[in-house]
């Protein structure tokens, strides 16, 4: 355990809200955890009790979605329909029966990420031909970044699954196993 | 400036460019040819800037596009950090997370 980070401003009292908000102290806190700080487990365990605030980023998700929707469907207002349907779907699949909170806000950011890059593979063979090689690179590595929180957010939650049988977080006051 | 004024009188259209590091003048010449050659660069000139606005432009919409999802997955990120902490797992230096092993009292 380092001592310098066991003693640092992170380790003071704050509220498991503003470490939602404020991702600089949890990344702290996370780190004190991850040197052995036994006392930043608390703090840890509190955050995990804001479902509610948590649950914001199930919003964010939604409007990165409905935003991806407007722009690929443009017009056609069957291809509007059609894309929340199916992700809606891909997202009730990749949960499972009874997802733990946790679990559902992976299941949702692997359906953005993974509509995210359909639409920037989109975009990129629309342009193709009219593209010239600096645009063309500039569009790769787009799609390379897309493709890589892909799949780390898929890898999340099969780590997140993988932990399922010794992992009960307590979440909303109610005590829930993560596994699926 | 593309157009040039000659000591003997009249203006002349020029065009410069780069070849192999050095920079050229061409000179297209002077009354109704250089103006009809002043309006075809315009007209490129013009063309180019809309097709680099446009290019900017581009560009902002798909990093407001990006920037959400990024944020998303950094802060999803950091809660299954927690998550698992919170759980007793600790993450190896190789990357991979273990259950911390609790040292066993001596009595």
Known sequence: ?????????????????????????????????????????PDLRKVLDEAPRIARYIDLA?????SM?????????????????????MRKEIAGENPSPLERLLAERITVCWLELQYFEAIYLQNLGDMTMTQSEYHQRRIDKAHRRYLSSIKALAQIRKMAPSMQINIAKKQINTAG | MPWESRERGGIYYTRTRRENGRVVREYVGSGLLGHLAFLEDERSRHEREERAARWKEEQADLDALEAPVDELSEALDLLVRAALLASGYHQHRTGEWRLRREPKKSQ
């Open chain 1, 62 to 66: 939604r409007n990165v979605e409905r």
């Open chain 1, 69 to 89: 929707v407007e722009r690929m469907s443009g017009d056609d207002l069957f291809t509007r329909e059609a894309i929340p349907h199916n992700l809606k779907a």
């Open chain 1, 1 to 41: 355990m380092s001592p310098k980070k066991a003693n640092s401003p992170a380790a003071d009292k704050v509220s498991a809200s503003d470490l939602i908000e404020n991702r600089g102290k949890l990344l702290a806190l996370i780190e004190r955890a991850q040197d052995g700080a036994k006392d930043a487990l």
